[in-house]
């Protein structure tokens, strides 16, 4: 025997035996752009006796790109080792990029490493990262460095911002300019350039669109001054002084006056589906912008966004006619009619978005989407009626018709999301068991519809009980979006009747009384199941139903002698088992004790 156990501790040995050397990256130190450099620390460890060379190989990976955030160094080390360890620390030496950047990441990995002997190896694979932290940031500034001006019908006007000295942006810098003081640029004349430094560029050349208006005008003025510029990390300072004047030349010297007008959306007001149904309105306003006013009827096209439907939520809106007007602005009111769709949704909106505007005569019409509120809340009046109420039932039999009842909204309601509607079964006055007498699928009412009748699936036992009832109560009911409160009806009682004969009697053999009064007055003071001397060996269980369920009595071979020791007055349960043709019958059924 010792010999069969010394063979099987050598071969366990050998089964779990690790390299001789172990190589991986213990210890590395990040850096600035400005300092001499980090470092990484590559260890040996081992139990291999004398002495012997690793040699290591690398990967490299990461945001730092070599030569551009770092000076390359070798991607293959041999590492002296003697008594099973050594240890060699590189520098990574970081070049100054003039990149504007928070860091680059520098990510190192073990690829193989062997031995000069025949000693075997093994290393740590994960990767280790070695940060490089720039420095430009505190010392780069943007301002605006040239522009060029423009003249309506071309070329447009431009201007440029940059990064001071020779930075580089190392990620999308966005810049803030409003107008400045003395500009003299009207509304509708230029389109604001879009002041965006990419990654990789060292100044933007941004267009400055000159628009066409058709007026007759004097030269005008723009001047910019920056106010903000940021990126995804940080701000950046800048030059905050107004730069111009940048020149936009007119082209309307020759050109007869035309009519022309702006039109927008000057207010909004909301609809509601009902108590009371409400139109909403949406007013528009056209203001004129030409030498000489609009004579003809303004046709403006509309497009309506939103959460809410057109053709559902409210009547379908596509085309507006503003009259005319010799006064110079001119209103119309255009009403949104809301449909009363009895879906619970909750509160939505529409947005108006101006497409077009027109005239017969071909007049220059602009539309501006400028106005800020112009989202038009939809508010839904059936969210306030979401209740949810039993508004049926069903008994159900064992072997026969399932019970059941019926969940529903209020009038002709329906919700636009699946609601689940949690219940909780009532002790008092239940006496089915869930899971034993019955089950209840999940409770729910889909989409659409106004109501739900849930099955409740009655479970054939097999066992001689009397009519057992259900009481349940719903609680709440819970969608994606909406909490959906219960409404005064929601308690109900079913009942579930036996199919498997009477209860208090068994083909005239059992009668098992449903009341006795052991008072000591010499009359029903024992609990007396009369024809239980022809089944031997049967168990008698009762509970106390109003102590939740707790057990008072029990014998193994009733012989009716029980006098209602350790049982107050109250209401109670009973389990008889009789054996009876090779199996076990089981009678259940109500007790009440009066002393």
């Not at 810049?175 to 560029?201: E, F, V």
């Not at 909403?280 to 030498?291: D, M, N």
């Not at 009942?495 to 000591?520: E, H, K, M, Q």
Request: proline content about 7%; some cysteine.
């Amino acid at each position: 025997m010792k010999p069969l156990l010394l063979s099987l501790l050598l071969c366990s040995a050998i089964s779990v035996s690790a390299a001789d050397y172990h190589v991986e990256i213990t210890d590395h130190k990040n850096t600035n752009e400005s300092l001499a450099g980090g470092s990484y620390t590559i260890t040996v460890t081992g139990t291999a006796a004398g002495t012997d060379t690793i040699t290591v190989n690398f990967t490299t990976s990461g945001s730092a790109v070599v030569g551009v955030h770092y000076q390359a160094f070798p991607l293959t080390i041999k590492i002296p080792v003697s008594a099973g360890n050594g240890s060699v620390t590189f520098p990574v030496v970081p070049v100054e990029n003039r990149i504007v950047e928070p860091y680059a990441d520098v990510v190192l990995a073990i690829q193989s490493a062997t031995a000069i002997t025949a000693s075997t190896v093994d290393f740590e694979p994960a990767p280790t990262t070695l940060r490089i932290y720039d420095d430009d940031q505190y010392s780069v500034n943007i301002s605006f460095t040239a522009s060029t001006n423009g003249k309506e019908g071309g070329p447009n006007a431009t201007i440029t911002a940059s990064l001071s000295s020779d930075y580089i942006a190392g990620e999308t810098i966005w810049i803030t300019a409003p107008h400045a003081a003395n500009t003299t640029i009207g509304y509708g004349d230029i389109d604001d350039p879009t002041l965006r430094i990419d990654s990789g560029q060292h100044s933007i050349v941004a267009e400055i669109n000159v628009l066409d208006d058709k007026i007759k005008e004097d030269t005008e003025a723009l001047y910019l001054e920056i106010a903000q510029v940021t990126s995804n990390d940080f701000e950046y300072s800048y030059t905050g002084l107004p730069y111009g004047p940048i020149y936009i030349y007119d082209n309307d010297d020759t050109i007869a006056p035309v009519r022309g007008a702006d039109v927008s959306i000057y207010y909004v007001g909301s609809p509601r589906e009902r108590n009371p149904q409400v139109d909403g309105y949406i007013y528009l306003q056209s203001r004129p912008t030409g030498e000489a006013f609009v004579k003809e009827p303004i046709t403006v096209k509309i497009r309506m966004d939103g959460t809410a439907t057109e053709g559902v939520d409210y009547l379908p809106l596509d085309t507006v006619v503003i009259p005319p007007s010799d006064l110079g602005p001119s209103t119309v009111i255009v009403p949104v009619h809301p449909i009363d769709d009895n879906i619970i949704e909750g509160n939505e909106y529409i947005q108006p978005i101006l497409l077009s505007a027109s005239t017969p005569s071909g007049d220059s019409i602009t539309v501006y989407n400028d106005y800020a509120p112009t989202l038009v809340p939809l508010y839904d009046d059936d969210i306030d009626n979401r209740h949810i109420t039993i508004s049926g039932k069903t008994n159900g039999k064992e072997g026969g018709t399932p019970a059941g009842f019926t969940l529903s909204f209020p009038d002709s309601l329906v919700s636009a999301e699946d609601v689940l509607v949690n219940y909780h079964v009532i002790p008092f006055g239940t006496t089915a068991i869930k899971g034993v007498d019955y089950t209840i699928p999940p409770v729910v009412i889909p989409a659409g519809e106004h109501s739900a009748t849930i099955p409740i699936n009655i479970v054939d036992d097999n066992k001689a009980e009397f009519t057992e009832f259900l009481s349940l109560q719903i609680d709440e009911g819970l969608g994606d979006s909406l909490h959906y409160p219960v409404g005064p009806d929601s308690v109900m009682i079913v009942s579930i009747a036996d199919n498997d004969g009477p209860c208090s009697a068994d083909s005239n053999r059992l009668y098992i009384p449903n009341v006795f009064t052991p008072n000591g007055d010499g009359r029903n003071d024992l609990f007396v199941i009369r024809g239980l001397e022809n089944y031997p060996n049967s168990r008698l269980s009762v509970f106390n139903l109003l102590r939740g369920g707790v057990l008072v009595y029990r014998s193994e071979n009733y012989d009716n002698t029980w006098d209602g020791r350790g049982a107050s007055p109250g209401l109670y349960s009973y389990v008889l088992e009789v054996k009876e043709q090779y199996r076990t019958k089981v009678y259940k059924g109500k007790l009440v004790i009066i002393k």
